[in-house]
Nanobody
């Protein structure tokens, strides 16, 4: 049984930092690209960042690329999202997701939630102004 468990969310002030972690089990972690999505209240789930199976390629959405960093540790089966200079508009539930290489190799599928194989339950991030 595949499990993705996110942690590290919380309530912070604008300008603060948070580090989200996702622990994966039940899958061959190094065989999947990993990504973070977020969903604000009343809005659709949106892509935040993705990292290749080896960690040598990352893609971040424009609104966060100067503030967030995605990384992974294949020895520990974890992926992290370091979020700096947080803004109120970053408030959302953040989800970790795993994507098979078959889909990851199609660039257009890297950012579409329908093309991810496994999802975590999410962790809430709230940024106050």
């Amino acid at each position: 049984q595949v499990q993705l468990v996110e942690s590290g969310g919380g309530l912070v002030q604008a300008g603060d930092s948070l580090k989200l972690s996702c622990a994966a089990s039940g899958l061959t972690f190094s065989g999947y690209a990993m990504a973070w999505f977020r969903q604000a209240s009343g809005k659709e789930r949106e892509f935040v960042a993705t990292i290749s199976w080896s960690g040598d390629s990352t893609t971040l959405t424009n609104s966060v690329k100067d503030r967030f960093t995605i990384s992974r540790d294949n020895a520990k089966n974890t992926v992290t999202l370091q979020m700096n200079n947080l803004k109120p508009e970053d408030t959302a539930v953040y989800y970790c997701a795993a994507q098979s290489l078959r889909y990851y190799n199609n660039y257009s599928k890297r950012v579409e939630p329908d093309w991810f194989n496994y999802w975590g339950q999410g962790t809430q991030v709230t940024v106050s102004s």
